[in-house]
Structures are given as structure tokens and as C-alpha cells.
């Protein structure tokens, strides 16, 4: 898979851990954009020799995880300097989903990527089951 396919280009192993459910083609689709950039920023920035994925649901949300125990971030990084990695765009749109990503990374201890995306009924009942102060 993915996540194989970058580690070997790298040079790092990766752990991958993933719950076989699906959650719908937009979330699926925007996960996996959050997982791929990450992933090439590990490959990229890191000098990680091990990347561990977690993907699976917690509550009502996807929860996407990609940590490595790489160089981690600069001390001297801003949260807007974060937003640079290749992550801005896919910010703006697990935002626009309802969800959240965050990055942190101590210098010397690698960096985590976490996203948490809402799962949203789907099918031909989704309207019905949405909550009443949806947007669906």
C-alpha cells in the first residue's frame, strides 16, 4: 500500500494499523490526502527510520495518526510555518469536513500528525439520520 511504497523509498519501516470499515468516499478520499502528505514529509524532512499510521474510528470521527521518530520540528517553528509542509490546503478542507488536524513535533522526538474527521451517515437515509443543525 501506500504507506509501504513511501517507507521503502525512504529507507524507513512502517507499522501500519487500520480498521477495516468504510466511512463514505469524501472522508476516505481527504483521509488518505492527510496520510500520503505526511507520509512524504517523513520521507522528505525527518531522518525518521521508523513511521507508524493509525487509521480507525473513535466516537462519531475518523481518526488519522502518522508519527515517526525522526528530527522532529524546529524549536523555532510557528504554527503558520507548520501550515507549510504541504498541509495548508488539506487543513482548510478536513476544516471545511468539521474536522481537525494538528501537528506537533519536539525537537529530537519525531513528528505526529493527527486528524480527526466526522463520520457522516451515507446512503440513500444520510438526510434523514443527519442532525438537525446539519449542512447536509
Not at 17 to 39: F, K, M, Q
Amino acid at each position: 500500500g501506500l504507506a509501504e511504497e513511501v517507507g521503502n523509498q525512504a529507507g524507513f519501516s512502517v507499522a501500519v494499523d487500520v480498521v477495516n470499515e468504510r466511512y463514505g468516499e469524501e472522508i476516505e478520499t481527504l483521509a488518505y490526502r492527510v496520510v500520503r502528505e505526511a507520509l512524504v514529509n517523513s520521507r522528505k524532512h525527518s531522518r525518521a527510520t521508523r513511521v507508524e499510521v493509525s487509521i480507525g474510528r473513535v466516537g462519531d470521527h475518523l481518526r488519522c495518526l502518522v508519527s515517526d521518530n525522526g528530527k522532529g520540528l524546529p524549536a523555532s517553528t510557528t504554527a503558520d510555518q507548520l501550515l507549510h509542509f504541504g498541509l495548508e490546503s488539506l487543513r482548510e478542507q478536513v476544516e471545511l469536513a468539521g474536522g481537525s488536524i494538528r501537528i506537533e513535533g519536539p525537537v529530537g522526538e519525531g513528528v505526529r500528525v493527527t486528524c480527526g474527521l466526522p463520520i457522516r451517515p451515507s446512503g440513500p437515509h444520510a438526510l434523514l439520520a443527519a442532525p438537525p443543525d446539519s449542512n447536509l
